[in-house]
């Protein structure tokens, strides 16, 4: 195939201020850099957009480096490589990397992972199989250890992370198995589709309400994507030894000034609450373990997954990407070249 000598790329144009707006990237026509040695050239065909992505955009000190203002941005992606420098690389092969924002990405090949479409759907290697499904596994496996017969909460429960979370919990053992999320259809499809025993809508009444009327006997695990007021509910809710995942905190994400801790954080010591934060690349030891046993569950479908693709190319980036935020997706939130 021939390959242009420029291709789009979406930079970061301004540093958001509470909320992004689509004022804060750039569309941006950019040279193609062939591949030197040790290198792939790929043409994008997935890329994800991730709440983490908004964290890179701010300059505040943190486990990873900020974006820069005017360059492009970075996260994962799925293309087919085009011209290689790299041996075991060929032309056709597809690869996971972590050059979305791009239609062509020039990768070293020690960045660059080769997936095989005929064992799974490409999308699935950026999701359900890949680095949320992992940080589902291990957040419950490795952080919170799960038991059989605990009673599980998972926040955020209808996305990439929370919706592979529930599952786990439920195929590895749990007694009962709860989920929250921000509308009624989210809700139905926990409940409907996935075998949640319980799921409740954020919106409809306080967190801690809905979750004590949903676990009246308490909950043993707490899987976080959302903190706030569910790290706040599911601390009043524990049983004594409840464990936490802390995996993210998007209700604070786009806050402009620190929002207040849990109140009730002096339970933890009654409790004997453990409240355990985790990035799932310090997991990588399960990763084998985790394609194993989820993927099994996937093939036989036990475990099922959706995902929301925003079709239409690089431009529909920054949509995708604050409809996200919005909560507009449902499972991994994807977009197609
Ligand atoms: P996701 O859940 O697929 O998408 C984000 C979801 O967050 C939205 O769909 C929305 O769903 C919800 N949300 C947005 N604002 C909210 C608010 N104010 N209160 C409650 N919910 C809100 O994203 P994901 O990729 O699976 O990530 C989920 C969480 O895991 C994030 O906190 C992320 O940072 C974290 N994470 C951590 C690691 C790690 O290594 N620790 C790795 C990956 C992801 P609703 O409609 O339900 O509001």
């Known amino acids: 195939m021939t390959v242009p000598s420029t291709a789009q790329e979406i930079h970061l144009a301004s540093r958001p201020q509470g909320f992004p707006t689509p004022g804060d990237f750039d569309l941006v026509q950019a040279p193609v850099t062939p591949p030197g040695d040790g290198q792939v050239l790929v043409r994008n065909l997935v890329m994800s957009v991730d709440p983490y992505m908004r964290g890179r955009m701010s300059d505040a000190k943190s486990y990873v480096a900020p974006y820069e203002v005017g360059k492009a941005l970075e996260g994962g992606a799925i293309g087919e490589v085009v011209a ?8 056709g092969d597809h690869v996971l990397h972590g050059l979305g924002w791009r239609e062509y990405a020039t990768v070293d090949a020690a960045q660059a992972v080769k997936v095989d479409p005929e064992r799974a759907p490409l999308n699935a290697y950026l999701g359900v199989l890949g680095m949320p499904g992992l940080t589902a596994y291990a957040g419950l496996v490795d952080v919170a250890g799960l038991k059989e017969g605990d009673t599980v909460f998972v926040s955020g429960a209808a ?13 590895r053992g749990a007694s009962r198995v709860i989920g929250s999320a921000g509308t009624d259809a989210k809700v139905a499809y926990l409940r409907d589709e996935l075998g949640f025993d319980a799921a409740f809508n954020y919106r409809d009444a306080p967190v801690a309400e809905q979750l004590a009327a949903a676990a009246p006997d308490g909950i043993d695990v707490f899987f976080d994507n959302v903190g706030g007021d569910h790290l706040e509910a599911a601390i009043a809710s524990f049983t004594v030894h409840g464990r936490a995942a802390l995996c993210g905190a998007i209700s604070v994400y786009n806050a ?3 929002p207040p801790g849990p109140r009730n954080l002096g339970l933890a010591v009654g409790k004997r609450l453990t409240l355990r934060g985790f990035l799932v690349w310090d997991h990588e030891h399960l990763r084998e373990q985790f394609v194993r046993e989820v993927g099994g569950w996937v093939a036989d479908g036990r475990l099922r997954y959706t995902e929301t693709v925003t079709e239409g190319g690089l431009a529909k980036a920054p949509e995708a990407f604050l ?5 507009e997706n449902t499972g991994k939130a994807l977009v197609t070249f």
């Open 84 to 91: 290689s420098g790299a041996p075991g690389f060929a032309v």
């Open 159 to 171: 996305g990439a992370v929370g919706q592979v979370a529930g599952q786990v919990a439920r195929l």
């Open 323 to 327: 409809g996200m935020l919005r909560g």
């Open 256 to 258: 402009t000034t620190p």
